[in-house]
């Protein structure tokens, strides 16, 4: 019981240090690219892989937004591995998906991306290139937020209560923090299933 107790307290902690000035800038900026017509690209590797397949369903069905992640195709996202290298895998995706300055990159990561100790370059990557092209960013990430805090146009990051848990706050928070965008009134379209039962 002192781990549950010990991780809930360290939740509550974090609701309550979450900036949401961030969190309001990243609705803006994702209300601002659907008035565009952009698309919403959501990159994340793990647990961020998962979220990104998750969110990606949450931004077309319930926001309007056209989404993709490159995670969703794993016979084009293994053979680019294979063939190109990781690194340069989910760039190469985004150049075929023509990114450009309308779309959007959306990011979650727990470290954020960092080359110096090769942690996400993919990610960090796809960065680069978003920054040469004048796509904006936005990211929801752990600790420092690395390469995605730097870059970022918005960028929420889960504040690191204890340094023993910071991956599994940053993931479960990750999910907490695209539902609320996906639920605000600034970006809901359609009605959710359980909402409209009666």
């Not at 077309?60 to 990781?86: F, H, M, Q």
């Not at 960092?114 to 960065?127: D, G, H």
């Not at 600790?143 to 340094?163: M, S």
């Not at 996906?182 to 009666?198: A, I, N, R, T």
Request: hydrophobic share 40%; with cysteine.
């Amino acid at each position: 019981m002192d781990f549950i107790n010990k991780y809930f307290s360290e939740a509550n902690q974090i609701i309550d240090k979450i900036d949401r000035s961030e969190v309001f800038k990243m609705v803006s900026i994702i209300d601002d690219v659907r008035n565009k017509n952009g698309r919403l690209f959501i990159l994340g590797v793990g647990g961020g892989a998962g979220h990104a397949s998750h969110a990606v369903n949450d931004f077309r069905k319930i926001c309007g937004i056209e989404a993709y992640t490159p995670t969703d195709n794993v016979s084009e996202l293994t053979a680019r591995v294979n063939d190109d290298g990781w690194d340069t895998s989910y760039a190469n995706w985004l150049k075929i998906s023509k990114l450009n300055s309308n779309d959007l990159l959306l990011v979650f990561s727990v470290g954020g991306g960092n080359l110096e100790k090769n942690i996400s370059v993919n990610i960090l990557k796809s960065l680069e290139m978003a920054k040469k092209i004048g796509t904006p960013i936005c990211g929801v990430v752990g600790r420092d937020g690395g390469y995605t805090y730097k870059a970022a146009d918005a960028c929420v990051i889960i504040p690191p209560i204890n340094k023993e848990t910071i991956t599994p706050h940053t993931e479960a928070f990750q999910a907490m923090i695209w539902h609320l965008i996906v639920s605000h009134p600034k970006l809901q379209k359609f009605d959710m299933k359980w909402e409209s039962v009666k």
